[in-house]
């Protein structure tokens, strides 16, 4: 069994910046590197240690960057090398690092490899992507795109299909052959030798094919994607490889994201003697809610499924694995909206969510906003909407007779541009985030939520984000001490201790709109720190949520 390591990267947190939407500093109405610059204080401030970046390569922009055309290349919006340079060197004068999002499992149509490939069946790239003749007279097989439609489109030039598990723009890269990996380990070692601190991985379990691509038996989405799409027969080898050849020789950190890594299998990625990657972010949680045709297709679940879900995976890392603990990214809705109550007590439960993101084991991920406490936009409007996810859907699922409106509903729930609206920087025009025209319109509620409100408000989110990242640089017990889940009566609550040789801390949240009551026997505790006010130490207002130390 691995041994327990300690490291900066599990010590550290990671905030998540989508530069589309951050600062724009020309006026383009498009975030960009120097808008990111404009605010490093900001960020320094917050007290967030690890920066990153959703992609910033040139992209036809098709996925909004994670459909890469030249993986050496910034993308002009967003600025040039220079910035990025003067980007990087900005956050290490502060202490703080930056990690590159790389998109290995599949590139743009528009990288010179694709263009390449599609010229002909005898082109030396031709199985750089994976390309296959139809069949009687469709598609390969029956897979599905993550997008929607078949995850095959035909190209008349070769008359035959090529692979794309996300948009047709998207084509898969094919991991098997040699060259590829070559040509992305290269990639790899030019960012490193930048000076980057690591990377977030996209969607790293897909990259190994199962290659008698045969149909999926599954009606459920996400069971194609677990059993068909994920953890294919040479995805730890290719991963291995990468380390081996490239990862190993720099002090940096690699996190895969994990769409159908289930806890069963998760320790295979990051276990610490495993030589791939040092943590994930699984989406177990994150996909709690998605039917058979995926998260448009609601179906219910409760506190309780999340609880469970979060005590599982901790139990399957033990010692020897390590994820990354979120609630929200650039793919999902905003966390207090999801997971909190963004009307009556968005205050209350945007810090109760803080807590929990800092107080679970492993290292923890902040969304851009989080801190400010925004929430999801409900546009009115398809065409106020951006994301290819939500356009494509839209289509189907009109085409299949459901109403424009109600689809519009399952954007407002569930769309991923409830977090790619802009940041909310102050009241005046499109949230101070441009001085030009947003490539996506602003949250109305800027007006109410927004940086500089909220930094002139001791009591605001942001404090509470501050407060408590600085209090959890002071505890490695929230970092190395074990977990253990407290079981209450009530599926409201969710209590867990926190143990080491240091400290023994009991965190005690209440999620729910209700008052209950703390029936814990914390006599031996004194209580900490407490996200509202509140002295009936046996009741527990709605959302409140309190850390206790042994004394
Ligand atoms: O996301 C893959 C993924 O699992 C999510 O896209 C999620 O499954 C999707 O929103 C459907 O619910 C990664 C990136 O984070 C995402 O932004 C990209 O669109 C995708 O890969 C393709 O690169
Ligand atoms: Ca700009």
Known sequence: MATFTKAWWKEEVIYQIYPRSFKDSNGDGIGDLRGIISKLDYLADLGVDIIWLSPIYESPNDDNGYDISDYYKIHPEFGTMADFDELLAGLHERGMRLIMDVVFNHSSDEHKWFEASRQSKYNPYRDYYFWKPGKNGGPPNNWKSFFGGSAWEYDATTEEYYLHLFTKKQPDLNWENPKVREGIYEIVKFWLDKGIDGFRMDVIPLISKRLDFADSPYEALNETIEKIYSNGPKVHQYINEMYEKVLKHYDIMTVGEGPGISKEVGLNYVGHDRGELNMIFHLDHMFLGHGPLGKFDPVPYSWQDVKDLINDWDAAMGRSGWISVFLDNHDFPRLVSRFGNDKEYRLESAKLLAMMVLTLRGTPCIYQGSELGMSNVHFDSIEDYRDIETHNYYKEFTERGLSPEAFLELVHENGRDNVRTPMQWDDSEHA????????????????????????????????????????????????????????????????????????????????????????????????????????MAQVLLPWEARLYRKL
């Open 432 to 535: 101070g985030f441009t001085t030009g025209t947003p490539w996506i319109k602003a949250n109305p509620n800027y007006i109410e939520i927004n940086s500089e409100k909220v930094l002139a408000d001791k009591n605001s989110i942001y404090y509470f984000y501050q407060k408590f990242l600085a209090y959890r640089k002071q505890t490695k017990t929230l970092i190395y001490g074990a977990y253990e889940p407290i079981a209450t009566e009530s599926d409201k609550l969710f209590v867990y201790r926190r143990k080491d040789k240091e400290a023994d801390l009991v965190i005690v949240l209440n999620h729910s709109d209700l008052v209950e009551s703390c029936n814990i026997d914390l006599s031996e505790y004194r209580l900490e720190i407490q996200n509202l006010e509140n002295k």
